[in-house]
């Protein structure tokens, strides 16, 4: 039966009594959860100087790796004629929006943990510039880096396609930049941007490990590296390692935080896939070779294969294969 314009007007004054009941409800809402924020159990950060932005972070990492591989990311065409013009702009514009965020990070810790004043201003456009001027040196670092993959992966066709697809290198590239930053007693940027790779990589390396040259993770979905592992030159590894700590009590946060928690890898190892290497004490020796899967919490020698015995592999038949 068709309805006249009476009871859509009924109708329609019934929906606007109900958009108006429920909304007399937001700022009861409001009030609460801004009542929440002065919980000292609970964490925000409110003041009249803004924290540190991830998404402009997320910029800068790929702003940077722009000038790391010059003429692969820069989304223009780079020539001899415009190298320098261009290169020029992009560091001017780095340098702002990184010492801003550095300035930013400082002030934070200021405010946040109550420290005295460290000049945040002058002390953030200091290690910005000290920063950019170690960019030429992980430059020939990532050289490295590349030329070491491409040597040990038959399946890679060539430099280029490693710099553009390899998501290890994507990962040691930011581990790389974000590492010279914590180096630099810089806050909160180096692990935002560690993770940031982390998110789109699954490769976790905190900006605190220490890596030497040539460094390969093949494949990488599922490598995790700590804050104190040391990794030597020459090393590759595979995916699923876990260079980490043992297990840990529940006040490890202020007992062990700055102490030696996690392996350190000598020069020319290699580590196979699913390895899990634990300890602040285990070291492995000089050319080891470690076996997928294998469990390690001592000390390995130099010049070692450890692998699990082969598994005893049972072969049975369907009762229902007549063949």
Known sequence: MKRNDSDNEASCKSEAEFFKYFRSKIPDIADDLTNSFHDRETFT????????????????????????F????????????N?????????????ECI???ITLSFRHDCFRYHRPCIQCLKRGQTIAVEFMKSLPAIRETLAGDVRAVYEGDPAAKSHDEIIFSYPGLFAVTV??????????????????????????????????????????????TGVVIGETTEIGNNVRIYQGVTLGALSLPKDAGDRLRG??????????????AGATILGGDTVIGRNAVIGGNVWITESIPPGTTVMIESPKLVYRRDKGDIS
Do not use: W
């Not at 950060?45 to 990492?61: A, D, T, V, W, Y």
């Not at 102490?259 to 196979?272: F, G, L, N, S």
């Open 259 to 272: 102490k030696k928690r996690h392996p350190t890898i000598e020069d020319d190892v290699i580590i196979y």
């Open 83 to 95: 190298l320098n013009c261009l290169t020029g702009q992009s560091v001017f514009d780095l340098f």
């Open 45 to 68: 950060h409110i003041g009249f100087e803004p924290i540190p932005s991830r998404e402009l972070i997320i910029n800068i990492i790929l702003k940077l790796r722009a000038l790391l």
């Open 175 to 220: 581990y790389r930049l974000a590492h010279r930053l914590y180096s630099l007693g810089v806050p909160l940027l180096p692990r935002i941007m560690t993770e940031y790779a982390h998110s789109i990589t699954g490769i976790d390396i905190h900006p605190g490990a220490i890596i030497g040259n040539r460094f390969v993770i093949d494949h990488g």
């Open 99 to 101: 010492s801003r965020q």
């Open 70 to 81: 010059p003429g692969y990311f820069n989304g223009e065409k780079l020539d001899p004629i």
